[in-house]
Every structure is written in structure tokens, then in C-alpha cells.
């Protein structure tokens, strides 16, 4: 019964055929299992995608008992670790998720740019690359302030004040980001919208972007 319900959803959802047509794809040699260390390379970008997923899941159940304001934002990531199931896994997961992927983007495009795989006809790829780094590090840059706590308010202090050395526009985005002159209740906010609406949703378009270029071009070994 079970699998005639599988065959019956897989018919009107078409999900082997999707499936088939994102999986068969030609890889390189050095892509091959037998070459360990090659084939190591080639899953930075993989391992980097599966970290994304665990943050977007992880920070799903924070968002649930986390409360984005100064009289309470403390206290609720206090409450998380303290009373929360798995609460303390949850963050821990989180935080150091964050720094992995930063690790693992950066191996990546590392590896991209020793093989070579950035010239053409992938250089649009490449930007779009260099692009969802900026986003990841967003990502780090506005999480940090939401537990608000000593060590966050200062080291946000400090990374707002490098942005007004951005040409033309850096006083206008330092404002725009504090919500002020100063960082406070309205700092908070603004980060955490960006947290959780503003960067996911860029970081999805311009995946959907990246894994398409990769479609249509290709996984390419060294040139």
C-alpha cells in the first residue's frame, strides 16, 4: 500500500524525473571516489550547502522562543539555553555553523580559483560566488548582535563604524543600519529583519541562480 501511494504521488508530482535530471550529469575524472583527495575538493561546495540547510532548520527553532528587543532579547536567549529542549544544542549548532560556513565558502572558491574554473564561460558563476560570500558574512555580521549582550553591542560598534569608509554611500548605510545615530532598540530590529527576511531571501534567489549556472555549464575539472 505504501509504495503504491509513493508511485501514485511520484506520477503527479514528477519528483524521479526532476530528480534524474538534476543528479545524471557528467563529473570530472579527479571527481572520481577512487581519487581521495580530489574528490575531497570537489565537496566544499556540497558540505557548504548542507550547513545552509542546518542553519536555516536551527535558526527556525530559535526564531520560535527568541524575542528581537532590548528588554527581552537577552533574556530569551538566556531562556533558550537554560529551559529550552536541546536549547543549548540548538545555539551551539547555530554559532558554529556560522563559522563553518564561512570556512567551507572560503575552501571552496579557494578551489575554484586554483583549478581555474572561474574563466569562461563561468565568470558569471564566479560572481555570483563571490556574491553569496558577502551575504554569508552578512549573515555573521547581523546575527552577532541578537543576543545583546555586552560583547555583542561593542563588537557591533565597532563593525558599524568601518562602514562609513564605504565610498558615498557609508554614512547613509551606518544610519540606515543603526536605525539612528547610535545602535539601540531600533539597531536591533533592523539587524534581525536582515537576519531573517532581507538575507535569506537573497541568499536563496542567487542559489537558485548558482546551482542553475552549475547545471547548464557544468562541474569542471582543472584547466
Given at each position: ?25 557528467p563529473v570530472p575524472e579527479q571527481a572520481n ?140 548605510l551606518v544610519k540606515i543600519l543603526q536605525g ?44
Open positions: 500500500m505504501y509504495s503504491n501511494f509513493v508511485k501514485w504521488l511520484d506520477e503527479r508530482l514528477m519528483v524521479t524525473p526532476l530528480w534524474r535530471d538534476m543528479a545524471d550529469h571516489p577512487s581519487e581521495r583527495v580530489s574528490a575531497f575538493v570537489y565537496c566544499f561546495g556540497g558540505v557548504t550547502f548542507l550547513l545552509i540547510i542546518s542553519q536555516f532548520i536551527t535558526g527556525m527553532f530559535l526564531a520560535l522562543y527568541y524575542v528581537p528587543d532590548i528588554v527581552n532579547s537577552y533574556n530569551s536567549t538566556k531562556y533558550i539555553m537554560t529551559h529550552v529542549t536541546f536549547g543549548s544544542w540548538l545555539i551551539s549548532m547555530h554559532n558554529w555553523g556560522s563559522s563553518l560556513i564561512i570556512i567551507m565558502v572560503t575552501l571552496h572558491m579557494l578551489r575554484i580559483y586554483w583549478m581555474g574554473v572561474y574563466k569562461k564561460p563561468r565568470e558569471g558563476n564566479w560572481i555570483i560566488g563571490v556574491t553569496l560570500l558577502l551575504l554569508i558574512l552578512a549573515f555573521g555580521f547581523t546575527g552577532y548582535l541578537l543576543p545583546w549582550d555586552e560583547k555583542a553591542y561593542f563588537a557591533t560598534q565597532v563593525g558599524v563604524s568601518f562602514l562609513k569608509y564605504v565610498p558615498f554611500i557609508g554614512n547613509a539612528g545615530n547610535s545602535i539601540g532598540a531600533d539597531t536591533l530590529t533592523h539587524f534581525f529583519a536582515l537576519h531573517v527576511l532581507f538575507l535569506p531571501a537573497l541568499l536563496l534567489t542567487f542559489l537558485a541562480f548558482h546551482f542553475m549556472l552549475i547545471r547548464r555549464h557544468g562541474i569542471s575539472g582543472p584547466y
